[in-house]
């Protein structure tokens, strides 16, 4: 059994910065690839980030230079920090994560609950 649990998100005034945080618990025997999406209301869950397990990032051309992903393989945790928020940027941020389980040694892909970020003044 593996787990993603995000937390960080929360309430925001434009302009703001936020930092989420997601750690993987579980029977975890690697994790691969971490990262965000994201779900703006009536839209697509769309990519935000993602971090390879040797610190390779990726993040999406329209957050580029506002958002950065990190990861601590340590703590199994991936961050994203996110600055100068703009109301665009209110969604369901979710966790996803590429992990090995120790009972079955084949990666599947998980993902979080979600946590809201909402960006108003």
């Known amino acids: 059994q593996v787990q993603l649990v995000e937390s960080g998100g929360g309430l925001v005034q434009p302009g703001g910065s936020l930092r989420l945080s997601c750690a993987a618990s579980?029977?975890?025997?690697?994790?691969?690839?971490m990262g965000w999406y994201r779900q703006a209301p009536g839209k697509q869950r769309e990519f935000v980030a993602r971090?390879?397990?040797?610190?390779?990032?990726n993040v999406a051309d329209s957050v580029k230079g506002r958002f950065t992903i990190s990861r601590d393989n340590a703590k199994n945790t991936v961050y994203l920090q996110i600055n100068t928020l703009k109301p665009e940027d209110t969604a369901v941020y979710y966790c996803?994560?590429?992990?090995?389980?120790?009972?079955?040694?084949?990666?599947?892909?998980?993902w979080g609950q979600g946590t809201q970020v909402t960006v108003s003044a």
């Open positions: 579980g029977s975890i025997f690697s994790i691969n690839n």
């Open positions: 996803n994560a590429v992990v090995v389980p120790t009972t079955v040694r084949a990666a599947s892909n998980y």
């Open positions: 971090v390879t397990s040797g610190g390779t990032t």
